[in-house]
């Protein structure tokens, strides 16, 4: 059975960091691809990051770029999301996704199955 599960959010000062983490079981990481999204209050589901199976390609949304960080364990089946120079508006519930793939253009694409979530407060 295929299950994604989110950790690592909580209320940060801005200009702070958090590590959100997306284990999974059910599959490896290293044989498909993983975008991280985000849904703030009243906004639709955005796409933050991703990584493809190789892990040899990534994908920001430019709002993030230069600040957020996709990596991925294999040995834990896990995929982290390290996010510096938090924002308010990085305020949202985060969630992975098991992906067909991850293009560096536009990101991923193909989900397949999703975590429930992890939010995110950024606020002083």
């Known amino acids: 059975q295929v299950q994604l599960v989110e950790s690592g959010g909580g209320l940060v000062q801005p200009g702070g960091s958090l590590r959100l983490s997306c284990a999974a079981s059910?599959?490896?990481?290293?044989?498909?691809?993983i975008g991280w999204f985000r849904q703030a209050p009243g906004k639709e589901r955005q796409g933050v990051s991703c990584i493809n199976n190789s892990g040899r390609i990534t994908y920001y949304v430019d709002s993030v770029k230069d600040r957020f960080t996709i990596s991925r364990d294999n040995a834990k089946n896990t995929v982290y999301l390290q996010m510096n120079g938090l924002k308010s508006e990085d305020t949202a519930v985060y969630y992975c996704?098991?992906?067909?793939?991850?293009?560096?253009?536009?990101?991923?694409?193909?989900?397949?199955?999703w975590g429930k979530g992890t939010l995110v407060t950024v606020s002083s």
């Open positions: 059910g599959f490896s990481v290293d044989a498909s691809a």
């Open positions: 996704a098991r992906a067909a793939a991850c293009s560096s253009r536009t990101g991923a694409y193909g989900m397949s199955s």
